[in-house]
């Protein structure tokens, strides 16, 4: 079955209750409500939970006709890890990814990946609660929803009856949260010929997709030549789709990147209980997940077939990394395109923003004499400014406009 994607999407999203050939919401769903389940403990690395995460994802892919592809003909590829936080001596102990196999006898591959592990109680230190001790961070949307979203794409390439032009890997990485720990082993000890990879599709946080002025950020579209045109193809009225075209990101793609293979990374934008445990199943747009699917099955079909996609150099990215900025404010923004302001999706904890007095859903209009639009100026506006510097954040609250003095 080939995907009529333009018109199906426009169903979809103008009515939730149509039912989709493929892409279930219920099916998103049923794997979300397990995964970040409360019973599934957070799913830290290397711990039991996930442990019964994995063994929920085998279950799965198995039933879909995937073929077992980690070590030894097992599911799983183990590594070693440690969650110490600059050697004061934390936990350390073995993980797994999990890997499976669609072969199509195809001469190359797609790798759909997704991390699944998480905070678990928060012990590690990457939470961002203020008291996170003993708190199970569920992880629905970062990343029980990824992982689901590599689930659904198992089943619908494994009964797409028009075989497809290419092998697929299906990877479920642990240690994502300890830094990509499980893609970078995977990328060192490859369990299939690196060479033949096409290109890789990375799914974090895919399941807060927004139901009104819906935005899709896709990024790596500079990693391969027709990646742009073809992700920006899928945008209609109802759902704008931001491209970055930098390859190297705060998630797993960046491993492969590394290794000079083409990655687009899918992300429906950040929220105030990112890496908190208020992240939870009740707040995932299972619909929304649906499009996203959609989206990247109708992708991988549009892809030059029987030919390998050329790997291109980007850029190093405005966004994830401090290293240009010599100062943060401590908020989330928002990836939404608009013009009058940036939205504040989270305040962090302890920075500069919340001693501000900033609050969540806060827009920034200006900071010191620059401006705020959107991500690109406010960006621009934070690289003017160097630790001790004293401002003022001009914002919108309630309509209302008010200006608070920061300090970096
Ligand atoms: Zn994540």
């Not at 198992?154 to 990509?180: D, M, P």
Request: aromatic letters at 8%.
């Amino acid at each position: 079955m080939k995907l009529k994607s333009t018109i199906l999407f426009t169903i979809l999203i103008s009515s939730s209750t149509f039912a989709q050939d493929w892409f279930s919401a219920q099916k998103v769903t049923q794997h979300i409500s397990i995964l970040a389940a409360d019973s599934l403990g957070g799913r830290a690395t290397g711990s039991k939970f996930e442990e019964k995460a994995a063994n929920y994802i085998i279950k799965q892919l198995k039933s879909n006709g995937i073929q077992p592809k980690g070590e030894n003909g097992t599911w799983l590829q183990q590594f070693d890890f440690s969650a110490g936080l600059h050697g004061t001596g934390g936990r350390t102990g073995k993980a797994n990814n999990v890997i499976g196999f669609l072969d199509n006898k195809a001469k190359y591959t797609i790798v759909i990946g997704a991390h699944y592990d998480h905070l678990g109680d928060g012990a590690d230190g990457h939470s961002l609660d203020g008291h996170p001790e003993g708190k199970i961070h569920n992880g629905a949307d970062d990343n029980a929803s990824g992982v689901a979203g590599v689930i659904e794409l198992a089943r619908y390439f494994s009964q797409n009856n028009e075989k497809e032009a290419f092998n697929f890997l299906f990877i479920c990485f642990s240690g994502e949260e300890l830094g990509l720990l499980g893609s970078v082993y995977f990328c060192e000890h490859p369990t299939i010929d690196i060479s033949n990879i096409n290109c890789m599709i990375n799914m974090d946080m895919i399941g807060r997709l927004p139901k009104e002025n819906a935005s899709l950020a896709v990024s790596g579209t500079g990693t391969a030549a027709p990646f742009e045109k073809l992700v920006k193809s899928f945008e209609n009225g109802a759902l704008k789709i931001t491209t970055d075209s930098a390859g190297v990101g705060p998630s797993d793609h960046t491993s492969f990147y590394n290794k000079g293979i083409p990655v687009l990374h899918f992300f429906s934008g950040t929220h105030a209980d990112y890496h908190k445990p208020s992240d939870d199943i009740e707040k995932i747009n299972a619909q929304g997940e649906e499009v996203i699917l959609l989206i990247i099955a109708g992708l991988i079909e549009q892809l030059p077939k029987d030919e390998k996609l050329a790997f291109l150099k980007t850029r190093n990215p405005s966004m994830g990394t401090s290293a240009k900025f010599k100062v943060t404010l401590g908020i989330m923004p928002s990836y939404a395109n608009t013009d009058n302001g940036l939205k504040v999706e989270a305040v962090l904890d302890g920075k500069a923003a919340m001693k501000a007095g900033m609050k969540d859903g806060d827009i920034i209009t200006q900071i010191g004499d620059y401006p705020v639009k959107e991500i690109q100026t406010y960006m621009e506006a934070l690289g003017k400014f160097n630790k001790g510097d004293k401002t003022k954040v001009k914002l919108i609250r309630d309509k209302e406009v008010m200006v608070l003095e920061v300090e970096f």
